[in-house]
């Protein structure tokens, strides 16, 4: 809902185009996530509850997709609850080739050539590197972090139960002031979740939703009249 510049606006139109947006505003476990869906999450800064990493994993046996895009946020609570072996590192990535400024690389190889059709290049943002995972897209091979030299990952999927999760080291390539650079690249990246069900994760930013602001749980026992009126009432 954010039209500001590092909303994710644009990105949500790119989704609306291709099917239907459920917002999520309130904790995982008090909705009913379809397995034909993928949650999107996007820069996460609250923690994943114990219930609400029951829900993702429950999702994602039945055949659900997760996409992450973070960088120094809070989704490794919610890949290290799943017990995913792929982790967003914690330090930033440094490459000699960019685009305007050191602070924006370039990506250097796209290996799936669906994510890689039409796309002159993907600029970052101060993004992190993913480890743990083989990459589908990499940095240079002069690239840096900490003090280490090669390709680091910058997106990296894998298989959990019937479903998948996939990560993307740079929350900020699909919000709305980089989406001139990158549109080619996010709506490549639209079409590769490969679903017309997409659950936009709100719930996990403190600026904006009453699941923050509450600070409770609201268990799946609660039919959704009661949810709605609790949320009313907060």
Known sequence: FNTNWNGCSEFAKVLVERGKIAPVLYSYNSIDLKREGVLIVVGPDVDFSPLEIEEVRSFLEEGGTLFIADDFGLANSLLEGLGIKGKFY????????????????????????????????????????????????????????????????????TRYGEGKVILLSDPDVVINDMMTENRDFIENLVTYLGADLFYFDDAHHPDFNPYAIATIYIQRELDPGKVFMVFAFV
Not at 96 to 116: G, H, M, N, Q, T
Not at 141 to 151: A, L, Q
């Open 90 to 157: 914690d330090k930033p990535l440094g490459d000699i080739f960019y685009d305007k400024s050191a602070d924006f690389p370039v990506v250097a190889r796209i290996e799936d050539p669906e994510l890689s059709y039409g796309v002159e290049k993907l600029v970052l943002n101060i993004p992190s590197v993913i480890t743990g995972l083989e990459g589908e897209v990499f940095s240079s091979k002069v690239s840096v972090v900490g003090e280490k030299r090669k390709s680091y990952p910058i997106m990296a999927e």
